[in-house]
């Protein structure tokens, strides 16, 4: 059986919080009612896994645009991660979807679904570089090998649950300490924020994975 641990979760002022992070929960919620309504998007005739992958590239392409248009933040695919990144290239932010225990500060999260071998990676800080470096776009940024050794990869961290015709979308903005066999098992630091809630509950036609995360084995 795994155990979790985990420091104390942070005061409960997440505003203060998040601002030393250069965040704010204005641009934290949006990506998730934008993720919601995109998942309400998929039928029943569209491809297994629609749902929660409509749902999580817009999580992505949300907190981006927030942070991009309001902070001054660029994209960054960090080791296979989707991520925006800080100016100062010391903090990234991406998305997790996590199990019923999210944002509650009594107990410890996890991720719902296994992760790949980046975000292991991610919350071990390796500074392991690509051999052959991949085209860069001008909107995002690079990191150097000593940039890459300070990067903190936070992640929005989420649980959707429908109570009678609402959406309850528990989550908190947190920073893996440790994943073992692809799951979260410490935290080195939690932001629990308060739950989202939205009207119109329609059919869910998710039955597989609703998170992204390319496994890679590096030789």
């Not at 309001?70 to 996590?98: F, Q, S, Y």
């Not at 989550?171 to 629990?192: A, C, D, M």
Request: charged share 25%; aromatic share 6%.
């Amino acid at each position: 059986m795994t155990v979790l641990s985990v420091a104390a979760p942070e005061p409960d002022d997440h505003g203060a919080q998040l601002a030393t992070l250069g965040t704010k929960l204005e641009y934290l919620h949006p990506a998730l009612r934008a993720g919601e309504i995109a998942r309400r998007s998929a039928t029943p005739n569209h491809p297994a896994n629609t749902a929660g992958t409509r749902a999580y590239q817009e999580h992505v392409r949300i907190i981006r645009e927030m942070h991009i248009q309001h902070e001054g933040w660029k994209r960054l695919l960090h080791d296979h991660l989707e991520v925006v990144c800080n100016p100062e290239k010391t903090i990234a932010i991406g998305v997790m979807i996590g199990d019923a225990a999210t944002g509650e500060r009594t107990n410890l999260p996890r991720n719902l679904r296994k992760r790949g071998a980046a975000t292991a990676r991610a919350a071990a800080a390796n500074d392991q570089l690509e051999l052959f470096p991949r085209p860069v776009r001008r909107d995002e940024i690079v990191l150097s090998a000593e940039e890459i050794d300070q990067l903190q990869v936070w992640f929005l961290v989420s649980y959707r649950a429908e109570v009678g015709e609402k959406v309850h979308i528990h989550n908190e903005l947190s920073l893996p300490g440790e994943v073992s066999n692809g799951y979260v098992t410490r935290w080195k630091r939690r932001i629990p924020l308060p739950a989202l809630e939205m009207d119109g509950v329609e059919p869910s036609y998710e039955d597989g994975p609703g998170e992204i995360d390319i496994h890679v084995d590096f030789r």
